[in-house]
């Protein structure tokens, strides 16, 4: 898990509410990333950062939101309007301002966090 | 279309044994192959990155092959241990981006005594 810190562990959503998960480093990396993981498929990403006060979307950000407002901390907001948010949520982070960014770099993963429907 | 397969999905081997966990790719261009190992509940972590030119790589008993012609990488793990039990993941860059990466689904490795 590196110095990559994940909170919490197991998360419950009721019907209509917006949840915050949170994602912590201290490895210094400039970007950050979020991943879906869902049974019996690869990783999927939501949102990734390459710098402070920047993100971009993923493959599947619909109903999902980031900030990155200090380069240690990259909260990921799953909304309302994501209908089916059941998923084990995975954070990562690499270091960042290379050219070749995640594709060359080593990504850090944090322990990750289950987010459950009531 | 981008595509990383991995087979089998699951895997139960007996302590001590040998196994070889397959990845067949239909990623372009090539960048490099990533293998990840996934404990249950936990983020997987890096066990070794090949690029194009590379054909053979170790990370102590786990040694990961690739053969970019037939788009084909192998993790060999030798002597299993217990602690061998997981997940492993190959990761595939088609070039630089985080949008770039693909992931295989695993194969599901269990080491019984």
């Known amino acids: 898990d590196g110095g990559i810190t994940q909170s919490p562990k197991y998360l419950f959503r009721k019907e209509g509410q917006n949840v915050t998960l949170s994602c912590e480093q201290n490895?210094?990396?400039?970007?950050m990333y979020w991943y879906r993981q869902d049974p019996g498929q690869g990783l999927r990403l939501i949102y990734y950062?390459?710098?402070?006060?920047?993100?971009q979307k993923g493959d599947i950000a619909e109903g999902y939101s980031v900030s990155r407002e200090k380069k240690e901390s990259f909260p990921l907001t799953v909304t309302s309007a994501q209908k089916n948010p059941t998923a084990f949520y995975l954070c990562?982070?690499?270091?960042?301002?290379?050219?070749?960014?995640?594709?060359?770099?080593?990504?850090?993963f944090g322990p990750g966090t289950r987010l459950l429907v009531l | 279309k981008n595509q990383v397969e991995q087979s089998p999905q699951s895997l139960i081997i007996l302590e001590g044994k040998n196994c070889t966990l397959q990845?067949?790719?239909?990623?372009?261009?090539?960048?490099?192959l990533r293998w990840y190992k996934q404990d249950t509940g936990r983020g997987p972590v890096s066990l070794t990155i090949?690029?194009?030119?590379?054909n053979t790589k170790s990370n102590g008993r786990y040694t990961a092959t690739l053969d970019a012609d037939t788009k084909q990488s192998s993790l060999h793990i030798t002597a299993s241990q217990l602690s061998d039990s997981a997940s492993y993941i190959c990761?595939?860059?088609?070039?630089?981006?985080?949008?770039?990466?693909?992931f295989g689904t695993g194969t599901r490795l269990t080491v019984i005594p």
């Open positions: 990845c067949n790719y239909t990623v372009s261009p090539f960048s490099n």
């Open positions: 090949m690029t194009f030119s590379e």
């Open positions: 950062s390459q710098i402070v006060n920047d993100f």
């Open positions: 990562a982070s690499s270091t960042g301002g290379l050219a070749g960014g995640p594709s060359l770099e080593t990504q850090y």
């Open positions: 490895l210094n990396h400039d970007a």
């Open positions: 990761v595939v860059s088609a070039g630089t981006g985080a949008n770039n990466l693909f």
